[in-house]
């Protein structure tokens, strides 16, 4: 067991898993991490608990929007995407707002990275739920949907077609077209448009999870009635 591995082990709760990425990481001395791991604000930004930056900070968070483009190798098309950073006090109401946006049914996906026997993702797919069910059930989950690591959520509807994603790093993408309605949303929530915003994605960065979201992990699935279909 390596000096990173034995000290979050050593720190943090044994249920707790997070997974380093990056050997800068590695490089730094146990008072350094507990440090870095116990700062929780930026500035004005708030971290969820489900992600952390890297230790120098190429890419500090920050709370904004930006615009890009998503192509399909397949087929060459080109949809385009708003990405955005929300600090933790405003995430998931943030969140429900977007998801409200796409109508009065719409299908689901809840990826999880939970099991590490597994590579990749796993992604649990269901179609048809009507948009009140969907939003109480998740109002049930904020923690897990908020501080979870290993977590992440799509919700779409495909006769538009739009998609809001909340994935694990707790980034915020709608994908499709017209993006108007999102960028209002975004913006009553104070999330203005950054052109050159950069994301922790960008840079090297650990996400944290813990047995007591794993469980809940699978409590959502059952209340969502999610299929399974492996990546």
Known sequence: MGLLQQFFRNVFDEAEAFK???SC???????ELSRHFEKHTY???????????????????QQG??????????????????????????????????VRRLGETVDVVLETSHNHDVSGHVDLYREQIDMPVLTSVLSE??????????????????????????DEHKLLIMYGSPLEAF??????????????????????????????????FGMLQADL???????
């Not at 990481?25 to 008072?31: I, L, R, S, V, Y």
């Not at 192509?71 to 969140?95: C, K, M, N, Q, Y």
């Not at 994301?199 to 979201?213: K, M, Q, Y």
């Not at 009635?225 to 990546?231: A, I, R, S, V, Y």
């Open 20 to 22: 380093p990425q990056a």
């Open 25 to 31: 990481f590695e490089q730094a001395t146990p008072q």
């Open 43 to 61: 500035d004005d930004f708030h971290l969820t608990n489900a992600v952390r930056p890297a230790i120098d900070l190429k890419v500090k968070p």
């Open 65 to 98: 929007y930006r615009h890009d483009v998503y192509v399909d190798e397949e087929t060459g098309t080109r949809v385009p995407v708003i990405i955005a950073s929300a600090s933790s006090e405003v995430l998931f109401p943030l969140f429900m707002d977007l």
């Open 141 to 166: 989950y904020e923690d897990l949907l908020t501080h979870d690591g290993c977590t992440g959520i799509a919700v779409l509807n495909p006769k538009i077609p739009q998609e809001v994603q909340f």
């Open 183 to 216: 960028e209002h949303v975004l913006e009553s929530y104070g999330v203005y448009r950054l052109d050159e915003l950069h994301f922790l994605t960008e840079a090297e960065h650990v996400h944290s999870s813990t047995e007591v979201f794993h469980r809940q």
């Open 225 to 231: 009635g999610l299929d399974q279909h492996g990546e």
